[in-house]
């Protein structure tokens, strides 16, 4: 089977953790759910049509499912906002802006919106999310040199704590962060080499 997007580039993939449902993230902002079940059943794939859900500002850049709730989806976008999904609603269930939580980092931002001509969300824009194992909270960060780590709680609608890169942890931006598959613990790796 092939999917895709008619409308815009897609720019992240993921599947559901019991496979039967496929996410694609595109430039244009917009999160499609593509039932697999459904389109494995039918005589055309074209004809099965995915569950469109609207909200970003632009591109989507990373997806997470909630680890026992297939129909909750966590999403990042280039639009400086992490947005939790029903996808059965096909609603926004919370949404929180990393522009908040980078006033610090804001001259940082304005140099980089001038230098791109006011088109990049620079140091706002987030890069991954992905989902706690007991699913109560999502963590976001960011590429860019000044990257932050943000923890949400999903259930309480706040951020739970920013943890700033530097040089002796992620320099060079967030690459990555997992989370211990039992605990509230979580590593981030860093472009420059370093770990936090």
């Known amino acids: 089977m092939v999917y895709s997007s008619s409308s815009s580039q897609i720019t992240a993939t993921l599947l559901s953790p019991d496979e039967t449902a496929l996410a694609t993230g595109s430039r244009g902002g917009t999160i499609k759910i593509h039932n697999l079940n459904a389109s ?7 004809a099965v049509r995915p569950t469109i859900l609207h909200g ?10 909630h680890p026992f709730d297939n129909c909750i989806l966590s999403s990042g976008g280039a639009d400086a906002s992490v947005r939790v999904w029903d996808v059965r609603c096909h609603n926004g269930v919370r949404l929180f ?4 939580a980078a006033t610090r980092r804001r001259g940082n931002a304005q140099r980089c919106r001038s230098s791109t001509g006011g088109n990049s969300s620079c140091g706002d824009a987030v890069d991954g999310v992905t989902f706690s194992p007991d699913g109560r909270w999502v963590t976001s960060w960011s590429r860019d040199d000044d990257g932050v780590i943000n923890v949400w709680d999903v259930v309480a609608g706040k951020r739970l704590k920013e943890i700033e890169a530097s040089s002796s942890t992620c320099c060079g931006g967030v690459r990555e962060v997992v989370y211990h598959p039992r605990e509230r613990l979580l590593a981030g790796g860093g472009g420059g080499g370093g770990r936090g």
Request: hydrophobic share 45%; glycine share 4%.
């Open 56 to 65: 970003h500002g632009n591109a989507v850049t990373s997806l997470s499912y």
């Open 40 to 46: 494995a059943a039918a005589d055309d794939v074209a």
């Open 97 to 100: 802006r990393t522009s908040a």
